[in-house]
Nanobody, 124 residues
Framework: QVQLVESGGGSVQAGGSLRLSCAVF????????MGWFRQTPGKEREGVAA???????SYADSVKGRFTISQDNAKNTLYLQMNSLKPEDTAMYYC??????????????????WGQGTQVTVSS
């Protein structure tokens, strides 16, 4: 069992930065895939960034060059550094984890464990 707790969301002006954190509790040793997802009302959940146990990362085109996913294994924490934020980045952000590796790491359907979400609001 794995529990995920996000933090770090908030309100920021366009061009600003935020760092989201996801604390991971439970049996973390065999987790293969972890990711950040976001969702706005009426839209499907979107994969923003993902990282696998071998260190490989993937990003949605809309955030490439602005967002960075990383993890601190010693602290069992996943991060999402978000720079140059835009109003269209406004969403509820979720972290997710799964024991299985996947060829589609930014697909929400590939993840079993989810956090409760943290709201990010970017004003123009």
């Amino acid at each position: 069992q794995v529990q995920l707790v996000e933090s770090g969301g908030g309100s920021v002006q366009a061009g600003g930065s935020l760092r989201l954190s996801c604390a991971v509790f439970g049996y973390t040793y065999s987790l293969c895939s972890m990711g950040w997802f976001r969702q706005t009302p009426g839209k499907e959940r979107e994969g923003v960034a993902a990282i696998e146990s071998n260190g490989s990362t993937s990003y949605a085109d809309s955030v490439k060059g602005r967002f960075t996913i990383s993890q601190d294994n010693a602290k069992n924490t996943l991060y999402l550094q978000m720079n140059s934020l835009k109003p269209e980045d406004t969403a509820m952000y979720y972290c997710a984890a799964d024991y299985h590796c996947t060829v589609t790491p930014r697909s929400p359907a590939r993840y079993y464990y989810w956090g409760q979400g943290t709201q990010v609001t970017v004003s123009s």
